[in-house]
């Protein structure tokens, strides 16, 4: 709940790289520091954030870091390709997009602009690398402070020249004992996240790595609510999704649409009985065009989560307020930042 005081002002909060930079608060200001929500296309006060979508994919290339690249994509056709879903995705009511593809597996910012002013969806963008074997080779010889200092970099300047910033930190882990480059990898998103405030949305999918890198955050000092348990419905063990949320990290539960919706409903109604409902994100890991494949192959809706199983909730008793929690309050908590 820390940050549900924050004095939240209606106008648009539209600042450039430098405001906010200029911005950087100071012991002396009695108010709580202004909170924005960085998109693709500028920073946006958090209220307008809306229903949100915490992890789904435009686009993803799993061929490799050394393959990877622009030339591998027709960044038109994959523009004509996606619309339609985001389109859809905000006809059903969405209005926040979180883009979870990271640098080296297809992350296009230039795409995800031009989608965001096509669809009117707030699209957000991540600095931070994936693992082995979409890691480039600069990432298994630099230590944490030099690989945080690349994507602190990305927040303050922007990608690639474009002006565009991040608004999160992506990375991922080996499942079973964090291996020596993702412990690293772990340290740098806290560092990262230290020096921005930005969250870390961490692909994690196995409760004991879950652990981990909260032991490796918790060393690094990092406020827990600052790291998102990424695919924890992959996790068959209930006690690590508890345990992760009460220790202050975010649970996401995002391969909705991918089994049964009535699972899903399981699992959610488990969680909130025993749980904090404050801690639990909903999305559908969906999309996505995949470099490579003719028309970007099968692309997954972005919908079922709002058109077919929130129904499902509320016919079990969720109350409306209960769902703002979770597709509104809940995405805009775990994605806001100090301007
Ligand atoms: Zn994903």
């Keep these: 709940m820390e940050y549900m005081d924050a004095p939240i002002t209606r106008r648009d909060l539209i600042v450039g790289a430098a405001a906010s930079l200029a911005a950087a608060p100071h012991a002396t200001e009695a108010a709580a520091p202004k909170r924005i929500i960085m998109t693709v296309r500028g920073a946006i006060d958090p209220a307008r954030f809306g229903r949100t979508l915490p992890h789904e994919h435009v686009m993803v290339d799993f061929i490799g870091a050394d393959k990877t690249g622009p030339h591998r994509w027709n960044a038109d056709e994959v523009f004509a390709a996606m619309l339609p879903h985001l389109r859809a995705a905000r006809k059903a009511g969405i209005t926040g997009f979180v883009e979870c593809t990271p640098m080296y597996l297809g992350r296009d910012v230039r795409l995800l602009r031009r989608l965001a002013e096509a669809s009117g969806l707030h699209i957000l963008t991540n600095t931070g690398l994936y693992k082995e074997p979409y890691l480039p080779e600069y990432a298994l010889r630099e230590d944490a402070d030099a690989l945080a200092a690349r994507w602190t970099a990305e927040w303050r300047e922007g990608i690639e020249g474009t002006g565009i910033r991040p608004g999160f930190i992506k990375i991922a882990v080996n499942p079973g004992k964090l291996i020596e480059v993702q412990r690293t990898i772990v340290r740098a998103a806290a560092r990262c996240s230290r020096a921005t405030g930005l969250t870390i949305a961490c692909h994690t999918g196995h409760g004991p790595a879950a652990l981990e890198c909260l032991d490796l955050l918790r060393d690094e000092r990092l406020p827990l609510s600052r790291f998102i348990f990424v695919h924890a419905d992959a996790e068959g063990d209930m006690k690590f999704h508890l345990d992760v949320a009460h220790a202050g990290a975010w649970v996401e539960y995002d391969s909705i649409g991918w089994k049964p919706l009535a699972d899903h409903v399981r699992l959610?109604?488990?969680?909130?009985?025993?749980?904090?409902?404050?801690?639990?994100?909903?999305?559908?890991?969906?999309?996505?065009?995949?470099?490579?494949?003719?028309?970007?192959?099968?692309?997954?809706?972005?919908?079922?989560?709002?058109?077919?199983?929130?129904p499902m909730l509320e016919r079990e008793g969720m109350k409306r307020s209960q769902v703002k929690s979770l597709i509104v309050e809940n995405p805009r908590r775990a994605f806001e930042v100090g301007a």
């Design 268 to 310: 959610i109604t488990a969680f909130l009985a025993q749980g904090p409902a404050e801690r639990l994100l909903l999305s559908h890991d969906a999309g996505w065009y995949h470099v490579g494949e003719a028309g970007g192959g099968e692309i997954k809706p972005f919908t079922p989560l709002v058109r077919d199983l929130i």
